[in-house]
């Protein structure tokens, strides 16, 4: 099992975007049982929270539905997971502040390193903007994260397992 965590600030908004839209994307293609998600927020702000509604809404109206609650990125996360998505350098910065070993800063890299369209950006937080920020997080996530599963799928060798029923 390939294990991936995205994370954000508050975990309402970006990160639990992006782990929803890389679930959808795994059932779609039939590697969900290869590969497990999840996101973390670096603050404590918003501990055990649904998405914000303005995120919900957005995922929604592209046929993902959000489930996770928020939680904290700890220290134990960066053993645990292979690869560790930050959305922007902030976020970046406070993960690999944990590190305190510098033992597993290659598993953590920025989600748009894999934006084909604007590589190493990043992806604007909404939370404090109006309704049109969440669409354009939508864009950008959307397509770094299929970037980003591309990158795994070619990197792992990655097919659908038996059983599937996925084209
Ligand atoms: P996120 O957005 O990091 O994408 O979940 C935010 C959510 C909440 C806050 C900041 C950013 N906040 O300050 O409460």
């Known amino acids: 099992m ?16 992006a782990e929803g839209v890389l679930l959808h994307a795994l059932r779609d293609k039939g590697l969900d049982t290869q590969v497990s998600v999840d996101s973390a927020g670096t603050s404590n702000y918003h501990i055990g929270d649904s998405p914000d509604p ?27 997971f292979d690869y560790i998505l930050a959305m922007d350098r902030s976020n970046y ?4 502040r944990l590190d305190s070993g510098q033992r597993y800063q290659d598993k953590v890299i920025l989600l748009r390193e ?49 059983g599937s029923t996925s084209n």
């Open 2 to 17: 390939i294990r991936v965590l995205f994370v954000c600030l508050g975990n309402i908004c970006r990160s639990p975007l």
């Open 54 to 80: 303005r995120t919900m809404r957005n995922a929604r109206e592209n046929n993902i539905i959000l489930t996770s609650k928020a939680r904290q990125f700890k220290e134990p996360d960066l053993e645990k």
């Open 93 to 96: 910065q406070n993960i690999l």
């Open 114 to 162: 894999f934006d084909p369209l604007d590589k190493g950006a990043d992806v604007p937080d909404p939370y404090f903007g109006g309704e049109d920020g969440f669409g354009q997080v939508f864009e950008i996530v959307d397509r770094s994260v299929r970037t980003f599963l591309d990158h795994l799928i070619e990197r792992h060798s990655l097919s659908p397992s038996d």
